[in-house]
Nanobody
Framework: VQLQASGGGLVEAGGSLRLSCAAS????????MSWYRQAPGKTRDLVAT???????AYADSVKGRFTISSDNAKNTVYLQTQSLKPEDTAVYYC??????????????WGQGTQVTVSS
C-alpha cells in the first residue's frame, strides 16, 4: 500500500489550500482516513478524520475552517483548508486504516506535505 500526499504550499494568512492523499495498492476497503500535522518542535497532532460511513471529526483548533472529505472510488482523502492562520503552519500527514485484499489490516502514513502560512 502506498500513500501519496499533495497540495501543500505557501499561502498568506486568510488564504486556503486543498490537500489530497491517495492510497493505492492491494486495498479491499478503507476503514478511516485522517490528517495529522506536526509543527517544528511539536508533537504530531490529529487535525481531522473521516470514517467509511462519512462521519467526520475535527480538532477544536480547525473546526469551522477545515473540511475533510473522501472519494471512496479513488481511495483518496481531501482536506480543504480556509481562513488559514500562521499557527496552521506545519507538515501535514495523511494516515490510513484499511483492509488489504489479503485480509490484513494496514495502517500507515503518507510522506507529508508542507503548509506554510505567512502573516
Amino acid at each position: 500500500v502506498q500513500l501519496q500526499a499533495s497540495g501543500g504550499g505557501l499561502v498568506e494568512a486568510g488564504g486556503s489550500l486543498r490537500l489530497s492523499c491517495a492510497a493505492s495498492g492491494s486495498i479491499f476497503s478503507i476503514n478511516a482516513m485522517s490528517w495529522y500535522r506536526q509543527a517544528p518542535g511539536k508533537t504530531r497532532d490529529l487535525v481531522a478524520t473521516i470514517a467509511s460511513d462519512g462521519s467526520a471529526a475535527y480538532a477544536d483548533s480547525v473546526k469551522g475552517r477545515f473540511t475533510i472529505s473522501s472519494d471512496n472510488a479513488k481511495n483518496t482523502v481531501y482536506l480543504q483548508t480556509q481562513s488559514l492562520k500562521p499557527e496552521d503552519t506545519a507538515v501535514y500527514y495523511c494516515y490510513v486504516d484499511l483492509l488489504t485484499t489479503f485480509g490484513d489490516r494496514y495502517v500507515g502514513w503518507g510522506q507529508g506535505t508542507q503548509v506554510t502560512v505567512s502573516s
